[in-house]
């Protein structure tokens, strides 16, 4: 799974969350953003240990 799917799939989260809020859905958008928030620091956290893997490949 790469970056875009993770990030793909936090929005799906976000705007599942933006919906069952505004049509009053309190616990499904609590879970959704949770959901949402989790996938997105995976992501980052992903990323940045790609970099750095990236970069010590390159000088060593």
């Known amino acids: 799974m790469n970056f875009g799917n993770l990030l793909h799939?936090?929005?799906v989260f976000l705007i599942v969350a933006l919906v069952a809020g505004v049509l009053g859905f309190g616990g499904v958008?609590?879970?959704?953003?949770?959901?949402?928030r989790l996938l997105f620091w995976v992501a980052i956290v992903l990323l940045l240990?790609?970099?750095?893997f990236g970069f010590a490949?390159?000088?060593g």
């Open 9 to 11: 799939w936090a929005l």
């Open 29 to 36: 958008a609590g879970t959704a953003m949770e959901g949402a």
């Open 49 to 52: 240990i790609s970099l750095i």
């Open 57 to 59: 490949r390159r000088r």
